[in-house]
């Protein structure tokens, strides 16, 4: 029996949507750390540009394959293309899902975890002793993971309108709005000036460095959630008449924001109590918390704040990775959505354990690098620029000059040559080449 797909409410919905998988631990604790080993600016322009020459084209052509095929990340390639390979993408996407949820959950428990400490009045002492052993002890974190991932999957057992839909609604402008006032206080503690020259005051030296170009690609990929199907699903939900470009260009140019105003949220208040941004994934969890009982009075609250935000970010964005697994096993197995939510949520529960355990809990290393650490570098480096490239060289080489216009709803207008121009070359030797670099380096 076929089911009938679920559909959008709105156009808003959709860019709403989008946007919470977009906003993520990506832009706060992903991009500020990233940023901080990458040397603060040199990072940054190589990040704008990737976000600009790759990740604008990668993203139109996620919308255009998913709005055209309305269907999953696999089916997609099999209905467009029957019989090539070039589902392979499909596939790795929904393994990437599995992948990165895995850890993504881990890292959304101690955000749960910090923002219930700062009800119970807040981080005192040494903050990284307390990090430290509370990512190491074997059965704390793992509860903190197992609830976030029950969230992630109540939201997604509701459905597209109902759950995704929704819950983006309500959890983007709060957000928002949040994080901006963060940045205003964040900027009057005095460390304005020395953030804003890490942040934006070039150091050509660390453009010789190539690990910054891979890391700030990756992040690209990372922050816009592309790569693996997640943008593809999504558009799979709309109505075929939708507009995408200015949708992608919103979300796009928020999502990028959010980052901006997220790092002058972390880098004045860093610098303003002379701390060291080159921290590591620790940074959020280790450098914040000081600063926050350095606040007085209002820091538990300004703490709560900021957790309470990351902790929504990070719930809006597992809810698109969990959706790209769901969609396709809906199909596949012909399953109910509430079923299949259960038993695939439960599953990526499981598999993020052992990411868990790999803070002090258990010795669990891949060449040299915690599991966590290993699976968000290997996915977000590797794994989404590959699948990106899989896709660009699908739209961009067998699909029609008209077809990729048509789909990717560009039209007959100045930015067509230009798309075409970006689709066929420009994104792809980007891509490889960033990659190649990366490989020669690892
Ligand atoms: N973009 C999200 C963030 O910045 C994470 C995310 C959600 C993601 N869905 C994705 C990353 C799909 C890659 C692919 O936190």
């Known amino acids: ?33 990233a940023m901080g080993d990458g040397g603060g600016s040199a990072f940054l322009i190589i990040y704008l540009l990737s976000v600009l020459l790759i990740g604008f084209p990668v993203m139109l052509i996620e919308f255009s394959i998913g709005r ?16 090539t390979g070039w589902v392979v993408a499909g596939g790795m996407g929904v393994l990437a899902a599995f992948l990165i ?20 009045g807040g981080i005192t002492g040494d903050s990284s002793e307390f990090f430290g052993g509370f990512i190491s002890s074997a059965v704390s974190p793992v509860l ?50 020395e953030a804003f020259a890490f942040m934006f005051q070039p150091d050509w030296e660390a453009f010789t460095d190539p690990s910054v170009y891979i890391s700030a ?16 699903t999504y558009a799979s939900y ?37 701390l060291d941004p080159a921290e590591g994934p620790g940074l959020v969890f280790v450098v914040l918390p000081n600063i926050f009982e350095a606040l007085g009075g209002v820091g538990a609250l300004v703490g709560f704040a900021f957790f309470l935000l990351l902790s929504m970010a990070a719930i809006s964005s597992a809810i698109s990775l969990l959706e790209v697994a769901v969609a396709y ?55 989404l620029p590959l699948g ?29 040559p230009a798309y075409l121009l970006t689709a066929k070359f420009v994104a792809p030797i980007a891509i490889l080449f960033v990659l190649i670099i990366g490989l020669i380096n690892w």
Do not use: C
């Open 1 to 33: 029996m076929e089911q009938k797909r679920e559909q959008w409410g709105s156009r808003w919905g959709f860019i709403l949507a989008a946007m919470g998988s977009a906003v993520g631990l990506g832009n706060i604790w992903r991009f500020s750390y």
């Open 329 to 383: 096993f809906i199909r596949k197995l012909n399953m109910s959505r509430k079923n299949v939510t259960l038993i695939v949520g439960l599953i990526i529960f499981l598999l993020g354990v052992p990411s868990s355990l790999s803070q002090g809990a258990v010795e669990i290393t891949i060449f040299g690098a915690s599991f966590l650490d290993f699976m968000d570098a290997f996915t977000g480096n590797l794994l």
């Open 217 to 232: 690609m990756g992040q690209a990929f990372f922050t816009l959630s592309l790569g693996m199907g997640a943008m593809l």
């Open 144 to 193: 903190w993971q197992f609830l976030f991932m029950a969230i992630t999957i109540a939201i997604v057992y509701l459905g597209v309108q109902k759950g995704i839909e929704l819950s983006s609604k309500w959890m983007m402008p709060i957000l928002s709005i949040l994080l901006v006032l963060l940045a205003v206080y964040s900027l009057t503690l005095g460390g304005a000036q």
């Open 388 to 416: 990106g490239l899989i896709m660009v060289l699908f739209v961009g080489w067998t699909w029609t000059k008209k077809e990729i216009l048509h789909h990717g709803d560009i039209g007959d207008n100045a930015l067509g």
């Open 101 to 120: 949820l895995s850890f993504y959950g881990v890292i959304g428990g101690w955000s749960l975890r910090y923002t219930m400490a700062y009800v119970t």
């Open 68 to 83: 055209r095929a309305q269907t999953d990340a696999v089916d997609a390639f099999k209905k467009i293309a029957p019989k």
């Open 238 to 274: 709309l109505d075929p008449s939708e507009r995408l470009t200015s949708s992608a260009a919103i979300i796009i140019g928020l999502d990028t924001l959010f980052a901006l105003v997220a790092g002058l949220v972390i880098f004045p208040a860093l610098f303003a109590f002379g």
